[in-house]
């Protein structure tokens, strides 16, 4: 009995560890963030749309490339299949670095350096992040065409929209909501 407890023992920890390499977690360059603004800032895939203007905008960047950014301005989101038509304040968007061209549509981008804004994005973020593609505050990279929005609204709140494998995961997060009021 005990052979066997130790054998299934065995097997559900190789199991496990070898399930975790396929999601190796990558650094984000937290320290020295590229941020800046942007006139427009488009998240666009066939079932959400978020569409930005006159923006902040904070890129998380890893080892592989853009894997997300988060954005704040006057915003909307769309996502037809869950009737949402929300306006929102901010939005953290991840996706596979490979993707960054076929979903992201920025116009007149410029850099800036914003002390505060760095500060307020990573207390929120701080949060936030832990919500999409984490590992504490490391980056999973999502398969090519697997992406999440968590947005932010003064109606709805917190709520993350995450797409995997063709289906739409939606859930209210309580964490971050009230530094964007």
């Known amino acids: ?22 999601f190796e977690s990558e650094k984000v360059e937290w320290e020295n963030p590229f941020i800046f603004t942007s006139r427009e800032f488009q998240f666009k895939t066939n079932l959400i749309r978020f569409q930005s203007l006159n923006n902040k905008v904070f890129e998380i960047k890893t080892k592989s490339g853009v894997t997300g950014f988060y954005v704040v301005g006057s915003g909307q989101i769309k996502i037809e299949k869950d009737s949402i038509d929300e306006t929102v304040t901010a939005a953290l968007i991840r996706f596979n670095p ?84």
């Open 98 to 181: 490979d993707d960054l061209k076929k979903y992201i549509t920025i116009s007149n981008k410029d850099k800036i350096e914003d002390r505060v804004f760095i500060d307020s994005t990573m207390s929120i973020l701080k949060n936030s992040f832990r919500h999409s593609y984490h590992a504490n505050m490391n980056a999973l990279i999502p398969e090519e065409e697997n992406y999440s929005v968590n947005f932010f609204s003064k109606t709805v709140g917190e709520v993350i929209a995450s797409y995997y494998n063709g289906k739409i995961i939606m859930g209210r997060c309580s964490s971050s909501f009230d530094q964007h009021k």
């Open 1 to 22: 009995m005990i052979n066997k407890l130790n054998k299934i023992i065995i097997i559900l920890t190789v199991l496990f560890f070898s399930s975790c390499l396929f």
